[in-house]
């Protein structure tokens, strides 16, 4: 696991977003994983999870504060959080702004209604060619619409490890594109959940809130937060043995 910290964006959000946003423009290929300890264990527990998070193509951001914290035993030293949902906002402004193409698949159908109406008001110059839920839709059809589409900016709400594995599998089909698995994000973008409030993601603490607003993640987050740091620790330890 702490191999995926060599596909870690250290930079500060400003310098990923201009990282992105140029990638984007350029239209260069790119695969952004925004992790939190729960995609690592993933990584550590599925053998397609780990081949994505470890290619050096990837490129990792930090969206949870648990990978931040844990960085140091990998001796790297991020510059902050990169959230999902902030990428994703940035990039439709980007993409509004430069008349990019959109391609969203996932979340439901009434939260995509809601996007759209959000989209024409707040970023009208995004040209969006797909829109799909991801409960009535098949992901080998959409992928295939997708690719015909060739869309500048792609984003996949299904949640992990589905989203990105779906990604990963198709990457090799696509010439171009940003394509990043975006979680609930489009929950929170269309205005049908709320983000946690400001005092929380200053203090770091998001998760948090979302235990207190959804406690059966309670168990979710035990298991993925307390082992990914027993887990670093251990990889550390023995790696600085054979060192
Ligand atoms: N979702 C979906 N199809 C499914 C299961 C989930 O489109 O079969 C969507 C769901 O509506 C939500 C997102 O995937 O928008 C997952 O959100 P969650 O907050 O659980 O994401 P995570 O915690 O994995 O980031």
């Not at 995004?126 to 060739?150: H, Q, S, T």
């Not at 609930?184 to 979302?210: H, M, Q």
Request: glycine share 8%; hydrophobic share 35%; charged share 30%.
């Amino acid at each position: 696991m702490i191999e995926y910290y060599d596909n870690l964006y250290c930079g500060s959000r400003d310098e990923f977003f201009g990282f992105i946003t140029a990638r984007a423009e350029k239209g260069e290929k790119t695969f952004v994983v925004t992790a939190n300890p729960e995609t690592f264990m993933h990584g550590s527990r599925n053998p397609e999870f780990d081949k994505l998070l470890r290619d050096e193509k990837t490129v990792i951001t930090a969206d949870g504060i648990g990978v931040v914290k844990a960085a140091k035993w990998a001796n790297k030293e991020p510059n902050g959080r990169v959230t999902g949902v902030e990428t994703v906002s940035e990039l439709l402004r980007f993409g509004s702004e430069k008349g990019l193409s959109v391609y969203f698949y996932g979340a439901k159908p009434e939260v995509l209604e809601k996007l759209k109406e959000q989209i024409d008001k707040n970023y009208p110059g995004l040209k969006i060619v797909g829109m799909r839920d991801g409960y009535n839709n098949k992901d080998e059809e959409v992928f295939a619409d997708m690719k015909e589409k060739a869309p500048d900016l792609c984003f996949v709400a299904l949640g992990i490890p589905r989203q990105e594995i779906l990604i990963y599998k198709n990457l090799p089909d696509f010439q171009r594109g940003i394509f990043i698995g975006i979680g609930g994000s489009l929950d929170v973008l269309s205005g049908t959940k709320k983000r946690a409030p400001k005092l929380f993601i200053k203090l770091n603490c998001e998760w948090l809130y979302r235990i207190m607003c959804e406690p059966k993640r309670i168990g979710r987050f035990y298991n993925n937060n307390v082992k990914f740091f027993k887990c670093i620790k251990k990889e550390a330890k023995k790696r600085n043995e054979k060192n």
